[in-house]
């Protein structure tokens, strides 16, 4: 069983940053796919980013390149979700999810192919 943990969120200002962080357990985090995800109040959850084990290659939601990068320190077993420029469209629960068991033709936009989530972490854009 892994322990999947978000922190960072909070009310932020329109066009202000936050940096989500997601802590998962186990000796093994450095194999571990790491995805994001959101779902604003009355919508479905959507993919947002995801990073591969080594973080040698990272993905994002077409509409949100430019704005969110994510990154990992394997050493602190925490992945991260940088947000720039944020407005109130990005109003939602941030949930961090790890996939444990995986292959070579993980789709890291299906929240379906991963094997633990957190609870999730509230983030506000509101002046």
């Known amino acids: 069983q892994v322990e999947v943990v978000e922190s960072g969120g909070g009310l932020v200002q329109p066009g202000g940053s936050l940096r989500l962080s997601c802590t998962a357990s186990g000796r093994t985090f450095n194999t571990y796919a790491v995805g994001w995800f959101r779902q604003a109040p009355g919508k479905e959850r959507e993919f947002v980013s995801a990073i591969t084990w080594s973080g040698s290659h990272t993905f994002y939601a077409d509409s949100l390149k430019g704005r969110f990068t994510i990154s990992r320190d394997n050493t602190k077993n925490t992945v991260y979700l940088q947000i720039n420029n944020l407005n109130p469209q990005d109003t939602a629960v941030y949930y961090c999810?790890?996939?444990?068991?995986?292959?070579?033709?993980?789709?890291?936009?299906?929240?379906?192919?991963?094997?633990?989530w957190g609870q999730g972490t509230q983030v506000t854009v509101s002046s």
């Open positions: 999810a790890v996939a444990e068991v995986y292959g070579p033709y993980m789709d890291y936009t299906q929240d379906h192919e991963y094997d633990y």
